[in-house]
């Protein structure tokens, strides 16, 4: 440690990069800073609450450092040295070689074709393209309205010139012009080769504006197959323009970025605007390393996003504020209009990416959606252990009549239906919702414990402060306190209570703690309130039995059985129901039912 010391003693407070070694002298960790030993220092005297932190700073045996000129400068070696020696604690960045690109080759009569692999040979590239089917549109465009090669000859003056090649059956089949043998002259086909460069860079306007020019010309010197031959060429690209999304004409070279996160991933989802249109979309994962803010994250994917599309825009749209680290460029937040759309949509994106992913995961291993969902509760809970089994209690009341309450449970964060209970309320005089709970939860709990059946890890209570105090009075005359983690919520779901604190805890309403609390409680009010149906409707079909002089609860039960309600009990004729309940009994029935057609 005093060594480390000594080597921290004597970093400048100038911006660079560091490097921690271990005792194999290994890179496992490489850091930027605007301020080396302010930044290094940090390391060695916090108290690091994240796992993965604390061990790094255990394995740090030794310490390099680089100064550069600037915080741009350190991104951009940090970015590049993360990627060739991929140290243990850092993030990492997803190869992203499926993606295809189309290049313009860099030779005479220049092939354009699609590629994986970027050769620094002077070509253009163009991507990366995450639509294989993007790409294979684009390539028959331009195969079949510039009619380009797809030899490899050296197509040199010289090899032209002395007959070395001869046309292929593409040029006869006509989707080749000749070059080979001289048929078409350089700056007839470089012209092409211009027009698919612009159109790559989003620059299609140009392209169509030169087109409607050239129809004009031949048109008027009466040259009208070849004006037929650039209108097919025309509407080819007016279709492909169409299905850009075209924003607005006035943002143009503008790039837009936006994060979306899980517990071990990052996704950097960009958006290239030129003109107008949406021209380019990539999505980069990147798998955390230590305890990265979103900010750091998202300034991580930004310089390797545009290092590997070569992208020079001035301005980038963000969702929230960036220093301006990269030199010539500005980060703006949009709060409204079109930029805001933007950025909305590239949001948009990332979340799909990421529930994509989550779907992916999920079909491969199904253990893994569950698992996410009972760690997100625990975590967003507080709780001391994963919630596989929770239970929910309703009230119904309506009316004060007929008190009844429903226990749901679900496992893994699942209805487990087979052991929902109902509760009639036994010992409560009236409408007493807190007094009904108290009951509902200490004989459910009581019982369990009678039994030796697992408990639940979380109670639910449908209910705010009132709820919860009256469920608590039952959990303490079992002595359960504290052993079982209850919680309220009130009629705003995002609201929880727990025991002995007045101040709700807001959860997000995007999270899935709360979608699996809402499930909860709809399926404890639906199970409830069913029950509570059913309940009524025996009360006021036995009453109205009841009704009858010389007919008891037996006799009432008997006959509902046989025949499953009051309307088909008055339909019968006497003789069936002597066969139900015998003959004195039918007919002081039967003559009532009589009485009331009267």
């Not at 550069?68 to 350190?74: G, I, P």
């Not at 943002?251 to 107008?276: C, M, P, Q, R």
């Not at 005359?477 to 079982?484: A, Y």
Request: aromatic share 8%; hydrophobic share 35%; proline share 3%.
């Amino acid at each position: 440690m005093d060594h480390l010391k000594t080597l921290i003693s004597v970093l400048p407070n100038k911006p660079g990069i560091y490097q921690y070694l271990d005792q194999t002298n290994t890179i496992i960790y490489i850091g930027k800073a605007k301020n080396l030993r302010k930044r290094v220092s940090s390391y060695f005297t916090k108290n690091h609450d994240h796992r993965k932190t604390a061990l790094l700073v255990r394995n740090i045996a030794d310490i390099k450092h680089m100064v550069v000129e600037s915080e741009q400068d350190a991104l951009l070696l940090e970015n590049n040295l993360i990627k060739k020696y991929q140290p243990r604690y850092n993030i990492r960045l997803k190869d992203d070689k499926s993606y295809p690109w189309i290049c313009i080759k860099n030779e005479a009569f220049p092939r354009v074709f699609k590629t994986r692999n970027l050769v620094r040979d002077g070509s253009k590239y163009f991507g990366p393209y995450t639509s294989i089917y993007t790409v294979r549109t684009l390539l028959e465009l331009f195969k079949s309205e510039y009619k380009l090669r797809t030899c490899n000859y050296n197509l040199s003056p010289e090899n032209i010139a002395s007959g070395k090649y001869k046309v292929c059956l593409e040029y006869h089949i006509g989707n080749c012009k000749g070059p080979c043998e001289g048929y078409v002259s350089v700056d007839e086909y470089d012209q092409g080769i211009a027009d698919i460069a612009d159109i790559l860079k989003g620059n299609i306007s140009g392209v169509i504006k030169h087109l409607e020019g050239m129809m004009a010309d031949m048109a008027e010197n009466l040259n009208f197959e070849e004006a037929a031959a650039i209108k097919e060429k025309y509407d080819s690209l007016k279709r492909y323009q169409s299905r850009s999304t075209v924003v607005s004409p006035v943002i143009t070279d503008v790039d837009v970025y936006s994060i979306e996160e899980d517990e071990n991933f990052a996704f950097i989802n960009y958006l290239k605007i030129i003109k107008g249109a949406i021209i380019q979309t990539f999505t980069l994962e990147i798998k955390k390393g230590l305890d990265e803010n979103t900010e750091e994250l998202l300034l991580a994917g930004i310089i390797e996003i545009r290092q590997k599309i070569f992208s020079n825009a001035r301005e980038i749209l963000v969702p929230f504020k960036l220093e301006n680290v990269i030199e010539n460029v500005t980060f703006r937040v949009p709060q409204r209009g079109e930029k805001k759309q933007l950025l909305d949509l590239s949001k948009r994106n990332a979340k799909y990416f990421r529930l994509e992913k989550d779907k992916q995961a999920v079909l491969k291993n199904p253990q893994v959606r569950t698992d996410r969902i009972l760690n997100t509760i625990k975590k967003d809970l507080q709780l001391k252990e994963l919630p596989e089994r929770i239970e929910c209690f309703d009230n119904s009341n309506l009316q004060g009549t007929n008190p009844v309450a429903a226990c749901v449970v679900f496992k893994n964060a699942k209805p487990a239906k087979k052991e929902y209970r109902h509760f009639n309320i036994k010992t409560v005089e009236g409408p007493n919702d807190f007094a009904s709970m108290e009951e509902v939860v200490y004989r459910r709990y009581r019982r369990l414990k009678e039994e030796n059946k697992p408990l639940p890890n979380l109670i639910v209570v449908d209910g705010g402060k009132g709820q919860l105090s009256a469920t608590m009075k039952a959990m303490d005359k079992l002595e359960l306190r504290g052993k079982i983690t209850v919680i309220g919520i009130a009629k705003r779901l995002e609201e929880i209570y727990f025991p002995g604190d007045s101040v709700p805890l807001y959860i997000n309403k995007n999270s899935e703690t709360l979608k699996v609390i809402q499930h909860l409680r709809d399926e404890a009010h639906r199970f409830g309130i069913t029950f509570h149906r059913d309940k009524r409707s025996k009360s006021f079909i036995k009453s109205e039995l009841g009704n009858i002089n010389g007919i008891g609860e037996k006799t009432t039960e008997k006959l509902l059985k046989d025949f499953k309600s009051v309307k088909q009990i008055k339909l019968q004729k006497l003789d069936a129901l002597e066969a139900s309940i015998g003959k004195a009994k039918a007919r002081v029935v039967y003559d009532y039912f009589q009485k009331e057609k009267e």
